[in-house]
């Protein structure tokens, strides 16, 4: 597949969720990704458009413990579509229970935790420096 193909894939993306691509880099095969509230990582596209050698990873120290679903899923085996490797990253943004935590203090790594944890649905907590509340 193409750089503007992936592109494209990636446009489609973005239309059903909160992400902008905000540019893509056909020489560097690098797509970045934005949504407020300073949520931002790009992917490195492989030059066959597909298989085990997407990369994803943030410039913002705040966005990397999130993508570790991501890079991964990326790793493990089998052969990756642009389009699964941003699903992977947006449910990596998209902890169910970002919004919903009651035990302060409100950590990266806490966001993964659920009801299913033994959290209760429907608390709010303000997540500072990163709520990701919107995605």
Request: glycine share 6%; aromatic share 10%; with cysteine.
């Amino acid at each position: 597949m193409d750089f503007q193909q992936l592109a494209d894939v990636a446009e489609k993306w973005c239309s059903s969720t909160p992400f902008e691509l905000i540019a893509a880099e056909e020489t560097e095969r690098r797509m970045d990704f934005y949504a407020d509230p300073g949520v931002s990582f790009y992917v490195l596209c492989p030059d066959n458009g597909c298989g085990d050698s997407f990369h994803v990873w943030s410039e913002s120290e705040d966005c990397l413990p999130f993508l570790q679903l991501a890079q991964d899923y990326i790793s493990s085996c089998g052969k990756k579509t642009l389009q699964e490797v941003l699903e992977k990253v947006f449910k990596s943004f998209r902890p169910v229970g970002a919004a919903r935590l009651q035990k302060p203090p409100c950590t990266p790594l806490q966001l993964h935790l659920d009801s299913r944890d033994g959290w209760e649905s429907g608390q709010t907590q303000d997540c500072s420096p990163v709520c990701l509340s919107a995605l």
